[in-house]
């Protein structure tokens, strides 16, 4: 503001009205003496005739008394006439001549002497000549001699000098005149309400520039200054206008990404500046607080299954239901499509936020009913904790994130509080990716066969592939561990194309020995879904001559859970080139019977969960029974897979299962040892038919 009025003070030199009065100035000035030099050149010519008439009067006044002098050559007569000729001031010379240029008489004065002479001698010339012949009549016209007069022009011309002083005076005073109204004119007609204007308008506040209009100065409503003002102040009316616009936008965009627009809960922006406060705050009461990071389990299946429309209406359910918890929590926001935060303050201690979790896990397991269906969901919280875990805002929410995710990775629908294992467990995955990416060119891989018993006559059928990683410096890393990182990285693709090509090489080499086996290969679920996936397979099959009926794709159950449509085309498609599927993990996803009727497969096989605390635990005994009936009343092969104990066995066999695998009849082994296995097997069944 101090700015704008300091530019108001306008220098008087640089003043419109100052400027405007020294133009005029200027040309009134030389309109004004350009005028007067013509009047006084007039003027100077009216004086040189009057010198001219005055002269010819004298003249003739004098002219008889003259001739009658030089006539009768009398010269004291002469002496007279010219003494009367210099009664008169402008008379400077006079001679009465005979006609041989003798004169008779002769006077003369000096001329007078004046400061300003020399401006009329310029005009005028210093004296004027006349001169006539002095004649008689009498009796023919006879010159007798002739008269010279020179007269001073001074007389005259020091009228003209004064009245040429008065043109000059008068012309210079009406200029001034002139440019001292036109500066007053201009200076109260417009500079003076262009400074009023001015002040006004450095009184606008920029920021609200439609709040004051200009006013218009007095007596100008209808003129320029008046338009202008008018103008200036619709100009402003608009501005306002469309800064009131831009605010609004403005608003409305800050709004659009401080909250989520689905659920309405703010978004990772804002609930950070939440959180910080609140860790400010916390820190200033010496309290702690918890940041929670909770994850929808599986949401992908939900909205597949669900649609997303009802996908999207669970998620406003669930977030309803946190802000319903907003008398307990300090703020809570959705971080990601199915992820949400909150900060739980004032903790009292880490079994306050443990509670807190268990409530809300019981909370949001409860159905949801969205529209007409009923929509149950698991989630995952991971729990962060300033100030143990972090006294940074940003850091709290990340491990709160990271741990969210990572015990996702492990499968669990509960809470985890981070702790700083985790970030070595983190930092230590990380260079698992890296060295899984090197271990195949390494040779680092290598392949175990464990063997499939039919349980009715105890002959061993086929083999599970089972691949093995030794690593340099972690010793054997289990496929449990380094699979689900194969498959995130990616290179899941390359280590099951090679544990194919090794399945074949070894099928070639076990019929070359007379061993007809069939070889299941464990397929990941991203094997399966990737573009191209059978014709990799028939290549690899076709590169090594094996027929697709020696090999067995064990898929997982969740592989068919995303698209079961695509499932049935793919396992099809596989069906008919001769290679047969079997459902691995059954009962660990969402076995049910409409999909496994779908799907065009031979086998399933009962997770090894199952059948550890098969007999010992109720639960585990009838699911392994169900799933037998189901697999026998759809017409599958059912396998029972980690078989550790003889009761076991007897159990499987009783109920109908046809096919077991598991320590009791061979850990994993080499393919060496499984020749070997076998040897000695057909010794055994041979002894044993001998005996
Ligand atoms: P899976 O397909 O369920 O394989 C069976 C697992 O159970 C194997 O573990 C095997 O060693 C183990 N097992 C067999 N009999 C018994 C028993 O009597 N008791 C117990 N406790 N366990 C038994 P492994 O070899 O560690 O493999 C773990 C998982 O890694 C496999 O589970 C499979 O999902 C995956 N995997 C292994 N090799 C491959 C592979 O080549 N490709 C793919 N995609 N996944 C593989
Ligand atoms: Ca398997
Ligand atoms: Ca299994």
Redesign the pocket.
């Known amino acids: 503001m101090e700015d704008r009025t300091a530019s108001n003070k306008i220098a008087w030199k640089s003043s419109l009205s100052t400027q405007l009065m020294v133009r005029a100035l200027i040309g009134a000035v030389v309109v004004g003496i350009t005028l007067s030099c013509f009047q006084v050149m007039w003027e100077a010519g009216k004086a040189s005739s009057q010198i001219d008439d005055d002269a010819n009067q004298l003249l003739a006044v004098i002219e008889d008394a003259a001739t009658q002098a030089v006539y009768s050559i009398d010269a004291d007569l002469a002496e007279r006439v010219l003494e009367g000729l210099f009664a008169r001031r402008a008379v400077k010379y006079a001679g009465i001549f005979h006609p041989n240029k003798l004169a008779l008489a002769e006077k003369q004065r000096p001329a007078v002497q004046k400061q300003f002479r020399w401006i009329t001698d310029a005009i005028l010339g210093k004296e004027k000549t006349f001169q006539i012949d002095l004649q008689k009549a009498s009796p023919t016209l006879e010159t007798y001699g002739m008269l010279i007069v020179k007269l001073d022009t001074w007389y005259v011309s020091s009228l003209l000098l004064e009245r040429s002083a008065n043109i000059f005076i008068t012309t210079l005073l009406s200029a001034f005149i002139l440019a001292l109204v036109l500066y007053l004119g201009y200076h109260f007609y417009l500079t003076q309400p262009l400074k009023s204007l001015t002040t006004s308008l450095q009184k606008i506040n920029p920021a609200k520039p439609g709040l004051q209009s200009l006013p218009t100065p007095l007596h100008h409503q209808s003129d320029e200054v008046g338009f202008l003002v008018s103008s200036a102040n619709d100009l402003l009316d608009s501005i306002a206008k469309h800064q009131q616009e831009r605010h609004a936008a403005e608003a409305r965009v800050i709004r659009l990404s401080q909250y989520d627009a689905l659920t309405g809960l703010p978004t990772r922006g804002l609930f950070n500046q939440y959180l910080k406060s609140a860790i400010q705050d916390a820190q200033s009461h010496n309290q702690s607080l918890a940041v929670f990071c909770i994850g929808i389990d599986d949401f992908k299946s939900i909205n597949e299954q669900y649609g997303y429309a009802k996908g999207d209406k669970l998620l406003q359910a669930f977030a309803e239901r946190l802000i319903k918890l907003r008398d307990y929590i300090h703020t809570s926001c959705r971080l990601a499509g199915d992820q949400f935060a909150l900060v739980l303050y004032n903790l009292a201690s880490s079994y306050t936020a443990a509670a807190f979790a268990e409530g809300l896990l019981e909370e949001m397991h409860r159905p949801f009913i969205v529209d007409d269906s009923e929509i149950s969901l698991r989630c995952t919280i991971g729990i962060s904790i300033f100030p143990e875990d972090s006294e940074d805002a940003d850091r709290v929410l990340q491990k709160a994130e990271q741990t969210m995710l990572h015990a996702k990775l492990k499968g669990a629908s509960q809470f985890h509080f981070y702790v700083a294992a985790l970030d070595t467990e983190i930092r230590s995955r990380k260079n698992l990716e890296r060295d899984l990416a090197q271990a195949i060119k390494k040779q680092q891989f290598s392949?175990?066969y464990?063997p499939q018993i039919r349980l009715q006559d105890s002959q061993i059928v086929g083999a599970?592939?089972?691949?093995?990683w030794r690593h340099p410096e972690r010793g054997w890393v289990?496929?449990?561990v380094f699979?689900p990182v194969a498959e995130s990285t990616g290179k899941?693709f390359e280590?099951?194309e090679w544990?194919l090509s090794e399945a074949c090489k070894q099928i070639k080499a076990w019929q070359k020995v007379g061993l007809n086996l069939l070889v299941a290969?464990?397929?990941?679920a991203h094997?399966l879904k990737r573009e191209g996936f059978i014709d990799t397979v028939q290549d690899i099959l076709s590169k090594h001559q094996v027929a697709p009926e020696q090999i067995e794709l064990?898929v997982?159950e969740t592989s068919f859970m995303e698209n079961i449509e695509d499932a049935v085309q793919i396992l099809k498609k596989l069906n008919s080139l001769g290679l047969m599927c079997a459902v691995?993990?059954f009962g660990t996803g969402y076995s049910s019977l409409s999909y496994l009727k779908q799907l065009p497969v031979a086998k399933i096989?009962i997770?090894?969960q199952f059948?550890?605390d098969l007999m010992a635990d109720d639960d585990d005994t009838q699911i392994v029974h169900a799933i037998i009936q189901l697999g026998r009343s759809l017409r599958l092969t059912v396998v029972a897979?980690?078989?550790?104990t003889v009761e076991q066995q007897e159990f499987l066999l009783k109920d109908g299962c046809e096919i077991a695998?598991?320590?009791?009849f061979s850990?994993?082994i080499s393919a060496n040892e499984f020749t070997r296995y076998v040897a000695e097997r057909i010794d055994i069944d041979e002894l044993a038919g001998n005996s």
């Open positions: 392949v175990v464990q599970e592939i089972l691949i093995r289990p496929p449990d699979i899941i280590i099951g544990v290969v464990n397929v990941s094997q064990e997982t691995d993990d096989k997770d090894k059948v550890r897979e980690g078989v550790e695998q598991g320590y009791l850990k994993p």
